[in-house]
T-cell receptor, first 115, second 117 residues
Framework: DTGVSQDPRHKITKRGQNVTFRCDPI?????LYWYRQTLGQGPEFLTY????????KSRLLSDRFSAERPKGSFSTLEIQRTEQGDSAMYLC?????????????FGPGTRLTVT | AQTVTQSQPEMSVQEAETVTLSCTYD???????LFWYKQPPSRQMILVIR??????QNATENRFSVNFQKAAKSFSLKISDSQLGDAAMYFC??????????????FGTGTRLQVTL
C-alpha cells in the first residue's frame, strides 16, 4: 500500500494554457475524490468517481474543468484556458466503500500557479 | 447544506501541555461522521480521529480525544502532552452518512497550531 500519489507536485503555467493533473489512488479503492484548496481555506469538493463513473460534480467545477477515471484506476483533472483564479492546491483522495470503512486518504496535492 | 466553522485561526501550546481546538457544524441530518485531519506544512493531510454521530462515547486515539456534543453541534479536539510534531494545520470535517450521497467531506477553514518549547 503505497498511498495516494499525485503528479506533478507543482505546476506553473501562463494564463490561457491547458494543464492536466494525475492522481493514482490506493489500489482497490473504488472511490476517488478531487478537492481544491486555496490559501487560508479548507479543501472544497470538486467531483468524485465510483469506479469509472463520475457521479457528482460541484458547482465549483466550471466548463473549463474536466475529470476522467478510465478503467476505474487513476484519474486525471484537466483545466482548459487557465485563469489566475485557478491558482490553488488540487487534492486527490480515495476511499473504499464497504461498511465500517469511510475514511478518505489524501495525496500530497498538486500546487498550481497561474501567472 | 452543511457548514463547518472553526473560529480559531491560530492556537499556540507549549510542549507537553494540553490544547483544545474548537469546531461547530450545522446540519439537519441525524446520522453523519465527523473528522479531524492534520495537514503539516508541505505534507499531505492525514486523519487524526473520527466520530460517528450515533455513538455517544467520545472517540480517543492515544493523545488525541474529542468532545462531541451532538445537541450543541460541537466537536472539539483535545491534544494532550503536545509534541513539536503536532505543529500543523488542523481541519474539522463533516460527512453525511445518508446512503446515496457522495460521501464528500465538508471542511472548516482550519486552525494553525504552533507548538513552542
Amino acid at each position: 500500500d503505497t498511498g495516494v500519489s499525485q503528479d506533478p507536485r507543482h505546476k506553473i503555467t501562463k494564463r490561457g494554457q491547458n494543464v492536466t493533473f494525475r492522481c493514482d489512488p490506493i489500489s482497490e479503492h473504488n472511490r476517488l475524490y478531487w478537492y481544491r484548496q486555496t490559501l487560508g481555506q479548507g479543501p472544497e469538493f470538486l467531483t468524485y468517481f465510483q469506479n469509472e463513473a463520475q457521479l457528482e460534480k460541484s458547482r465549483l467545477l466550471s466548463d473549463r474543468f474536466s475529470a476522467e477515471r478510465p478503467k476505474g484506476s487513476f484519474s486525471t483533472l484537466e483545466i482548459q484556458r487557465t485563469e489566475q483564479g485557478d491558482s490553488a492546491m488540487y487534492l486527490c483522495a480515495s476511499s473504499l466503500v464497504i461498511p465500517g470503512k469511510y475514511e478518505q486518504y489524501f495525496g500530497p496535492g498538486t500546487r498550481l500557479t497561474v501567472t | 447544506a452543511q457548514t463547518v466553522t472553526q473560529s480559531q485561526p491560530e492556537m499556540s501550546v507549549q510542549e507537553a501541555e494540553t490544547v483544545t481546538l474548537s469546531c461547530t457544524y450545522d446540519t439537519s441530518e441525524s446520522d453523519y461522521y465527523l473528522f479531524w485531519y492534520k495537514q503539516p506544512p508541505s505534507r499531505q493531510m492525514i486523519l487524526v480521529i473520527r466520530q460517528e454521530a450515533y455513538k455517544q462515547q467520545n472517540a480517543t486515539e492515544n493523545r488525541f480525544s474529542v468532545n462531541f456534543q451532538k445537541a450543541a453541534k460541537s466537536f472539539s479536539l483535545k491534544i494532550s502532552d503536545s509534541q513539536l510534531g503536532d505543529a500543523a494545520m488542523y481541519f474539522c470535517a463533516y460527512r453525511s452518512a445518508r446512503s446515496g450521497t457522495a460521501s464528500k467531506l465538508t471542511f472548516g477553514t482550519g486552525t494553525r497550531l504552533q507548538v513552542t518549547l
